[in-house]
């Protein structure tokens, strides 16, 4: 048996937002492209979303490298119970922010550590509360041209101009909204039994 110290940590993400903030805390860790499909399964919500894709995004990783530690995470925008997502198009941003102006938002964002070698397998998940401010289509535009947040949850990156859209940001961690909450995250890292520095 490896000894935990000793394991590859993979962070099952591409996003070079979430890779980001796993290097700040210090371990070494490569990243991987987990093979999942996103879809929201009917009912489903946006809480239970997150959850889900953060386990299966892991769970995909760790069985391509089962002897590794995995990261997985998926955030979800929570608009009033609706899971809104990663907008892809500009149009589809466009609509995304018409429909959060002047609303509050919870971005869910869930994150989920697995070792198939020891069986480790836990998730957790922190919801941040987002207010924002009643935008104009010409702000909406505006910031959609300058940010280009079309990978983004929700289409608003608050790490870039996204913050000029909000009124109000409330969590328990601040590194949530940007899409891997950290406490949470060194928490289950310590608990699948890594040292972090």
């Not at 983004?152 to 590194?175: F, R, V, W, Y």
Request: aromatic share 4%.
């Amino acid at each position: 048996m490896i000894p935990t110290a000793a394991r590859l940590l993979i962070l099952g993400s591409t996003s070079p937002y979430r890779r980001e903030l796993l290097a700040r805390l210090g371990l070494p860790f490569t990243t991987e492209a987990p093979r999942v499909d996103e879809t929201p399964q009917p009912g489903e919500s946006p809480r239970a979303l997150a959850l889900r894709l953060a386990l299966a995004k892991a769970r995909d990783v760790a069985g391509r490298h089962p002897e590794a530690i995995v990261i997985g995470s998926d955030q979800v925008a929570d608009l009033a119970g609706e899971p809104l997502g990663k907008p892809g198009t500009h149009e589809r941003a466009v609509a995304q922010l018409q429909r959060m102006r002047g609303q509050t938002v919870i971005f869910q964002t869930a994150l989920a550590v697995v070792c198939t070698a020891t069986g480790f397998a836990q998730s957790d998940l922190s919801a941040v509360e987002v207010r924002f401010r009643d935008l104009g289509d010409d702000e909406i535009e505006r910031y959609l041209q300058a940010e280009r947040p079309y990978d983004c949850a929700g289409s608003a990156k608050s790490e870039g101009l996204g913050i000029a859209l909000l009124e109000a940001i409330h969590n328990d961690d601040p590194t949530a909204l940007v899409g891997l909450p950290l406490i949470r995250t060194a928490r289950l890292l310590r608990a699948a039994g890594l040292t972090l520095p």
